[in-house]
């Protein structure tokens, strides 16, 4: 489905300041995979999400998605067939833009350029039907600016609206850790309940280790930019929070009892 061999990116090269991000790392996605990352800061999670995505393109290595190689594509090339929702509620939506107009923008993502009706009441019926598995009410405020919503709200819509034209992947960057654990809880099963219904391949990177462990099939640790773990579903489900931390201490030794942020719960 998805393959990165050998990838490496590296800033600030030959200062320095160099930082090795990416270090020759080799993943590959199956069609159907909820993959959660882990790692401490500075592992590189973020970096992987951004060269599959294209916001970075690789200084080496190669990206294939479905048997096609973008590892030099741009990213507005890629975001016709990968759906990704931010850290930043505020990031991915559309502020000033009312919620049926930004939906209206992610359903003709990736679609010929033509002149047409901006909006049709066959968009809005779609609309309406997707917007009522929020179960918050969004599916009577279609002409509401969208930043009248709340950090929640806008992160659940973000996500809708990424998944609006059905991925080749989506990409979760820690789409929870901005919100109250309430709303985040809430973000969590909705986020379950899309990828399970619409039978999504999603890579979902996350701080909180109790996350990883109870959401998707596959469960990778990075560390200085390589994979250090890979843990499949049959693995996965004998994993304990303990396991993890214990995984850390023997990679990272006395670092890790400073990376307070991998103690989350």
Known sequence: MLSAVEITKVFNKGTINEVVAIDSLTLH???????????????????????????????????????????????????????????????????????????ALAYRRGLPRRIRKGITEKDRTLFRDRLSILGLGLEHRLK???????????QCLTLLMATLRHPKILLLDEHTAALDPKTAEQVLKLTDQIISELKLTAIMVTHNMRQALSMGNRLIMMNRGKIIMDAQEKEKVKLTVQDLLEQFSRVRGKEFSEDRILLTD
């Open 144 to 154: 509401d600016k969208v930043d009248v919503l709340s950090g929640g709200q806008r």
């Open 29 to 103: 996605v199956n069609d159907g995979d909820f993959i959660t990352v882990i790692g401490s800061n500075g592992a590189g999670k973020s970096s992987l999400l951004n060269l599959l995505a294209g916001t970075y393109i690789p200084d080496s290595g190669t990206i294939t998605l479905a048997g096609e190689d973008i590892t030099t594509w741009p990213e507005y090339r890629r975001a016709t067939f990968i759906g990704r929702v931010f850290q930043n509620p505020f990031i991915g939506t559309c502020g000033s833009m009312t919620i049926e107009e930004n939906l």
